[in-house]
């Protein structure tokens, strides 16, 4: 017997697995450009925002005017650090094996949802100190409380570390974290758009945005990419290591990308800043030479689909010679992310439209 479908099939239109090519909102966000290679943050280029300024003021530009606060962006971030550090209380009553990035969630769903009313970039500002004092209450060290007077960069390394932090490693961490600020409706932004579609508030949108940007696939490929630089040095032959995994099957992380056909502008960004602040040449010298074998067996391995560098590859090799842990690449990456994050969800309760999208039912 066959059961009859409760609605007609045929007139739902073809699937598009990962809603590939599928355009589901208009933004004045950021614009990425596959085919060519290029990445537009509000009309400036992330070349140009990542060259001449910090993360605050590349966040002032993304943000302004689109969120319902008249703060500079840099106040509402200092602002959030400073109601974080209210509550990390809550870190030290955690369970010090959680990672740094579950650190930074409990932290996030411990504030009072109402802590920054209609300032959502002040959730966004809190993640920093959730971050570092996570990190730290690992280590079984104290959190060291936030300077609301300094910029993200240079308050997050001095939490971090309990020093003044060296101006290139602040250059370097505002170069990073401007560089991935905002990117397009990518897995985690799109997540916190649903979210905002539900008219759920920031707190919650930041909460299952973190939890989409977790994924290897995703957000969680910059730890792994020093794992596979390390494994590539210590078997001694680049090359047949990178053959080896492809013919396992594995991926190489830091490669290939939905909307990338060609490299991913970000790659060079963060190379670029490479320059001013490895003093371990060898390192870099590795990571080029990986990378080079890597795009030649991936060319072979798929050649029907062009496989470039992607923005996780050198933003290891980058956060590394800042000196940063690998098990902080992914919850940096929040950091850098979360104001994006905000201003899509803001675009999104404008528009007022739930997402609900369809699927087709082929079950019994
Ligand atoms: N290494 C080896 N093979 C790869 C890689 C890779 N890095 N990337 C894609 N492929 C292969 C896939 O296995 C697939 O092969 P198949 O057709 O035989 O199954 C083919 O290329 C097409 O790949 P898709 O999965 O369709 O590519 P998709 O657009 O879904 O994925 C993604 C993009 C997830 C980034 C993928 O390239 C990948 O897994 N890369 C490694 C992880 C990584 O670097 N993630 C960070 C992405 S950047 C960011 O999120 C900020």
Redesign the pocket.
């Known amino acids: 017997m066959t059961l009859a479908p409760t609605f007609d099939t045929s007139k739902l239109p073809p699937i598009s697995d990962?809603l590939?090519g599928i355009v589901v909102a208009e933004t004045v966000l950021s614009d990425v450009q596959g085919a060519a290679g290029r990445l537009t943050l509000r009309g400036k280029s992330v070349e140009e925002l990542a060259e001449t300024g910090s993360f605050d003021s590349a966040v002032e530009h993304l943000t302004r005017d689109l969120l319902p606060t008249s703060a500079p962006a840099q106040v509402s971030l200092a602002e959030g650090r400073s109601l974080a550090w209210e509550q990390i209380g809550v870190l030290r009553a955690a369970d010090p094996d959680l990672s740094a990035f579950e650190m930074m969630t409990i932290g996030l769903a411990a504030l009072p949802s109402s802590a920054a009313g209609e300032n959502s970039l002040m959730l966004a500002g809190a993640l920093s100190v959730f971050l570092a004092g996570g990190y730290r209450l690992k280590a079984g060290l104290e959190p060291i409380a936030p300077d609301a007077t300094a910029e993200t960069a240079a308050d997050l390394l001095r939490m971090l570390t309990g020093s003044v932090p060296p101006a290139a490693h602040v250059a370097g961490l505002n170069r990073y974290l401007t560089t991935?600020l905002d990117?397009g409706l990518?897995?985690s932004t799109f997540a916190a758009r649903v979210i905002a579609s539900t008219n759920a508030n920031a707190k919650a949108g930041l909460l299952g945005a973190m939890g989409a940007?977790s994924g290897?696939?995703?957000?969680?490929?910059?730890g792994?990419?020093l794992d596979m630089l390390d494994a590539a040095q210590n078997s001694g032959n680049v090359r047949a290591w990178i053959g080896g995994?492809?013919r396992a099957?594995?991926?190489?992380?830091?490669?290939?990308?939905?909307?990338y056909r060609t490299r991913?502008p970000r790659a060079d960004v963060l190379k670029t800043g490479l320059a001013a602040l490895s003093k371990d040449s060898g390192r870099v010298a590795l990571a080029e030479e990986i990378e080079r074998e890597?795009l030649s067996a991936?060319a072979l391995?798929?050649p029907e689909?062009k496989?470039d560098t992607?923005?996780?590859?050198y933003t290891a090799v980058l956060l590394e010679a800042i000196g940063i842990d690998r098990s902080l690449f992914t919850p940096l990456?929040a950091v850098g992310r979360a104001p994006g994050w905000c201003a899509h969800m803001a675009e999104q309760q404008a528009k007022g439209r739930l997402i609900r999208p369809q699927s087709r039912y082929v079950g019994p």
């Open positions: 990962g590939e991935v990117h990518n897995a940007l290897p696939l995703h957000g969680g490929a910059p792994p990419v995994e492809l099957g594995r991926r190489l992380m830091g490669f290939g990308h939905r909307v991913d890597a991936l391995h798929k689909r496989l992607n923005v996780e590859f990456f």
